[in-house]
């Protein structure tokens, strides 16, 4: 794949056609460079065998303390993705951020990356943050998309940059922590076009919050209890998910997907739009009952799971490597599915096929999409490394994870305050939190590559 460098600068700029086949040309993935075992948590905590490995479907969990932040996240993915495929930092004219990690009430962390991309001669890059808990990264590339799409493109293409760290106060939360970012490059005759209508649900709720800014930990946590209610896919007759092929879900634990998501997928597959002929679509051997009761049942979510289960296997099962190793990374979960079937499914493989995603964020917001799978992935596969790189984690006691979270607490709204985390728990190349001064301004510095 050759990245298309359309424009130095957007002065003088006019596209002689309308893009087409607009979406992802390039991708990277950034996570820490340290997981703890969620089986030797189990024991760490004093909880029964399988209640993180099994009940919450989690193998590991990626961890991080006070040099990193998602600044630096930011930071390590963009210029990870620029380096990785030669990208001429002048080509980008828009960078959007999808992140629920907030360290500044005001400052957006688009604008720590934008240091890097002046040090080039570019400061006229569009786009700011989106936040809504999980979701905030699919709001990016939308408006990456639409911008591209849209008689305001200069010809540049865009940069789409989503990222968390996840973590909770000691208690039945913690281990659904995790942390990881993203970066795609956006732009024209992309070999993943997004196809143009999405599905979508939004409501005011308050399953999941961070109402308390002097703490990074959630107020509450009742994510498997959320439900996105219009999951439906795209608009029209004659789609169904029977014309996906690879299905991808926000996942924030394993679990969650395995439990909640094959059942609703099952669910569409067999139940017709048209409200008179629901009845027709029950599985065999489960009474009839309202619509709404039966989102809640148990017994018809296991005769789902049973029902899924060959098609969850080889399928969404592929789009969990980064799941089953990072955890949960909140607005890049969705996104490091993507790349875990892209790592997981060969080239040839995906050529023409139809990908899935579906996008939820507490609070909430939530939307279906599809990509089309249009042209060679062989070059993202590769730059990704997605596989050695997660095999490659550093699997520390969960003393450490524990200590790592204190670090981060000491850390947190904090002046005058350097970093006492080890640099060596810094991937070479990774940037780090350096310093935060009297006026809470906060200083990086980039580990040397090996």
């Not at 946590?221 to 004659?238: D, E, I, M, V, Y």
């Not at 730059?383 to 981060?408: F, I, N, W």
Request: a positive charge; proline letters at 6%.
């Amino acid at each position: 794949m050759t990245v298309p460098m359309n424009a130095s600068t957007s002065q003088d700029v006019a596209p002689a056609a309308r893009p087409s086949d607009v979406g992802i040309l390039a991708m990277e993935m950034y996570f820490p460079r340290r997981c703890i075992s969620e089986e030797e948590l189990e024991e760490f905590d004093g909880v029964s065998k399988g209640k993180y490995t099994i009940g919450l479907g989690q193998k590991y969990m990626a961890c991080c303390d006070d040099r990193e932040d998602i600044n630096t996240f930011a930071l390590t993915a963009v210029t990870g993705l620029i380096e990785k495929y030669n990208i001429d930092p002048k080509s980008i004219g828009r960078i959007d951020v999808g992140t629920e990690t907030i360290i500044d009430k005001s400052k957006a962390t688009k604008t720590a990356l934008m240091d890097y991309f002046a040090d080039a001669g570019n400061t006229d890059v569009e786009g700011v943050d989106s936040k809504n808990a999980c979701y905030g990264s699919t709001a990016a590339l939308f408006n990456a998309v639409n911008w591209v799409e849209s008689a305001s493109w200069d010809g540049r293409n865009a940069i789409v940059v989503g990222g968390d760290i996840a973590i909770y106060a000691e208690g039945s939360g913690r281990p659904t922590g995790g942390a990881g970012a993203f970066a795609i490059l956006i732009g024209p005759n992309a070999p993943l076009p997004l196809e143009p209508i999405h599905g979508t649900h939004m409501a005011n709720t308050y399953d999941f919050y961070k109402p308390k800014l002097g703490s990074e930990y959630p107020e509450a946590f009742r994510t498997k209890h959320a439900k996105a209610k219009k999951a439906q896919g795209l608009s029209g007759p004659a789609f169904s998910l029977a014309d996906v092929d690879f299905p991808v879900f926000h996942s924030p634990y394993g679990k969650m997907v395995r439990r909640r998501t094959p059942p609703r997928v099952q669910r569409l597959h067999r139940q017709p739009r048209r409200p008179q002929v629901r009845e027709r679509a029950r599985p065999r051997g489960v009474a009839a009952q309202p619509y709404k009761a039966s989102l809640t049942d148990k017994n018809l979510e296991k005769t789902f799971m049973a029902i899924a289960k060959a098609d969850y296997d080889t399928t969404v099962e592929k789009g969990m490597r980064c799941a089953r190793r990072c955890g949960n990374m909140y607005t890049a979960s969705l996104y490091g599915g993507l790349a875990s079937l892209l790592a997981s499914v060969e080239p040839a493989e995906l050529k023409g096929k139809r990908i899935s995603m579906f996008a939820f964020g507490s609070g909430i917001a939530s939307s279906f999409f599809t990509i089309k799978v249009k042209g060679d992935t062989s070059e993202i596969r590769a730059k990704l490394d997605l596989v050695a790189r997660l095999e490659s984690m550093k699997l520390v006691p969960c003393q450490e994870y524990v200590d790592a979270l204190t670090l981060r607490e000491k850390n947190h709204n904090a002046g005058s305050y350097v970093p006492e985390g080890s640099l060596e728990n810094i991937w070479p190349g990774g940037y780090y939190l350096e310093s935060i001064d009297s006026k809470y301004r906060r200083k990086y510095a980039r580990r040397e590559k090996a």
